[in-house]
């Protein structure tokens, strides 16, 4: 067992749910665009001078430009963007449950477009973990729902899912904090055209706003972006990708927590299934030792 994956991808997942939570916060106080793009411009100029005191070089290569841009696009501007849009009117705890179906897609993506083989185990794990997200959005849907705010929840994680797969091109050549920066920088240049075309900048500031707005920047924005790179490369797109599955529970709990969002028993029984699927992708990926001779 790979100890090290595991504990990354449970601290990514971790900081991951928790930043709808601050996200909603954010949103119910401040344009969603205007304040994404500020947070990816101050994350990304940070993550940029981090990397180049660390020596990295923003001479990346072909794949790693292209992955960096398609990543910025797809992660950034149209699933976060969706995602602060549509939390104007869901919960944060339901838009964290939307994005979680995310590993079933680039399984999908990685089987039908790269000829991936996936064991009966992780096949079965993945499928565990799509049933216990069943399991929390039917306890979730049960109460009214903004279709609209949804559907852009649910284009978000398609590109979110699109996003995942680019970081293959990103995950050889070295410089992962340097292309965690520029892809920030491009997802706020992106976000930019529409905040200005289609928002008003209007703040109602609170220290609540404050506190929200810098742990974005700092903990979703740079420190899990850079675990996400750092997985992606030790076990592959889809093997990360499971880890997404722990975004219901922790985002339902820190919603709850922080914001007051109802927590209950079918919340508690998805992340027990959940938690199994990714026990099972994970046992997956061990090969047998020889016998000792």
């Avoid at 920030?184 to 529409?194: D, E, K, N, R």
């Avoid at 109602?204 to 920047?217: D, E, M, R």
């Amino acid at each position: 067992m790979d100890w090290r994956a595991i504990a990354m991808g449970v601290a990514f997942g971790i900081i991951w749910a928790s930043a709808f939570a601050s996200a909603r916060v954010i949103v119910l106080n401040a344009p969603p665009l205007y304040a994404l793009s500020i947070r990816f411009l101050i994350s990304g100029l940070i993550g940029v001078g981090l990397a180049f005191a660390m020596g990295q070089s923003w001479r990346l290569t072909r794949p790693q430009w292209i992955a960096t841009l398609v990543f910025g696009i797809s992660q950034n501007a149209l699933y976060l963007g969706l995602n602060f849009v549509a939390m104007q009117t869901v919960e944060a705890s339901l838009a964290a449950i939307v994005a979680s179906t995310m590993p079933l897609l680039v399984a999908f993506a990685s089987w039908a477009f790269f000829g991936e083989r996936l064991r009966p185990l992780a096949v079965l794990g993945l499928f565990a973990g799509v049933a216990g997200v069943a399991v929390i959005m039917g306890a979730r849907l049960q109460g009214d729902v903004d279709l609209f705010g949804l559907g852009l929840c649910v284009i978000g994680v398609v590109s979110l899912a699109v996003a995942t797969m680019s970081v293959r091109g990103a995950s050889t050549g070295g410089n992962f904090l340097m292309i965690v920066g520029l892809q920030m920088l491009v997802g706020a240049a992106v976000l930019s055209v529409p905040a200005v075309a289609f928002e008003t900048f209007t703040v109602t500031w609170s220290w609540p706003l404050v506190i929200a707005f810098l742990y974005t920047v700092i903990m979703p924005g740079l420190v899990a972006t850079l675990i996400w790179f750092y997985l992606v490369d030790r076990i592959g797109a889809t093997r990360a990708a499971v880890f997404h599955f722990l975004t219901p529970f922790f985002g339902v709990a820190t919603a709850a927590l922080l914001l007051g969002e109802e927590l209950g028993s079918g919340d508690i029984l998805g992340v027990l299934i959940i938690t199994a699927g990714i026990l099972a992708v994970q046992l997956s990926r061990q090969k047998p030792q020889a016998p000792p001779r």
